[in-house]
Nanobody, 121 residues
Framework: QVQLEESGGGLVEPGGSLRLSCAAS????????MAWYRRAPGKQRELVAL???????SYADSVKGRCTISRDNAKNTVDLQMNILRPEDTAVYYC???????????????WGQGTQVTVSS
């Protein structure tokens, strides 16, 4: 069974930075895209950033220029560096990945349990 485990959330003041990390573990044959989503209180879950296996990235307009997503294919990890954080970035951040457990296995859409990011003075 494949699992995603996030770390790095916490409380930060406006203008500050945080780095979120996510590690995939278990039976992993290949990782397709990896992504970060967030759900703010009272709002729907939204895509923050995505990175393909080839390293192509995509960002939500609200975080462009402030966030950088990166991955280490050898370690099956994906990070999200967030800078110049704003109160509206407050949310639970979820790691997401499209993973194939073995040769011939279908891809599964796997989610982490989430990590809280709070931006407040």
């Amino acid at each position: 069974q494949v699992q995603l485990e996030e770390s790095g959330g916490g409380l930060v003041e406006p203008g500050g930075s945080l780095r979120l990390s996510c590690a995939a573990s278990g039976s992993i044959f290949s990782l397709n895209y990896m992504a970060w989503y967030r759900r703010a209180p009272g709002k729907q879950r939204e895509l923050v950033a995505l990175i393909t296996s080839a390293g192509t990235t995509s960002y939500a307009d609200s975080v462009k220029g402030r966030c950088t997503i990166s991955r280490d294919n050898a370690k099956n990890t994906v990070d999200l560096q967030m800078n110049i954080l704003r109160p509206e970035d407050t949310a639970v951040y979820y790691c997401n990945a499209f993973i194939r457990a073995g040769i011939g296995s279908p891809y599964s859409n796997v989610w982490g349990q989430g990590t809280q990011v709070t931006v407040s003075s």
